[in-house]
């Protein structure tokens, strides 16, 4: 069992910057896939940013190219999400989550949140314009 518990959260104005870190515990997977979710009011949930721990290769959804970056700590076992020149749209409750390595790195975005068998609680992420 994969434990996550995010932080980070909070309150910016757009153009403003927000750091997201997810912390793990318990029994975390080698060669598997972890990533950044989010939902906002009365949408899906949606897939933002994913890492594949077998090689750190990353995946961005196109609505965040350039903007935000995915990181993780390995000794620390801390995922980072690095929100910058964030817009009003980006407001919603983001999710970390972790698989038990069966997506593959292919699947680590394209997967959504039907791949993922471990969810943090969320943190909420508010941009006002």
């Known amino acids: 069992q994969v434990r996550l518990v995010e932080s980070g959260g909070g309150s910016t104005q757009t153009g403003g910057s927000l750091r997201l870190s997810c912390t793990a515990s318990?029994?975390?997977?080698?060669?598997?896939?972890m990533g950044w979710f989010r939902q906002a009011p009365g949408k899906d949930r949606e897939g933002v940013a994913s890492i594949y721990t077998g090689n750190d290769r990353v995946f961005y959804a196109d609505s965040v190219k350039g903007r935000f970056a995915i990181s993780r700590d390995k000794s620390k076992r801390i995922l980072y999400l690095q929100m910058d020149n964030l817009e009003p749209e980006d407001t919603a409750i983001y999710y970390c989550a972790a698989e038990d390595g069966f997506l593959g790195a292919s699947g680590c975005l394209t997967a959504g949140p039907p791949g993922y068998n471990f969810w943090g609680r969320g943190t909420q992420v508010t941009v006002s314009s």
């Open positions: 318990g029994d975390t997977y080698d060669n598997s896939c």
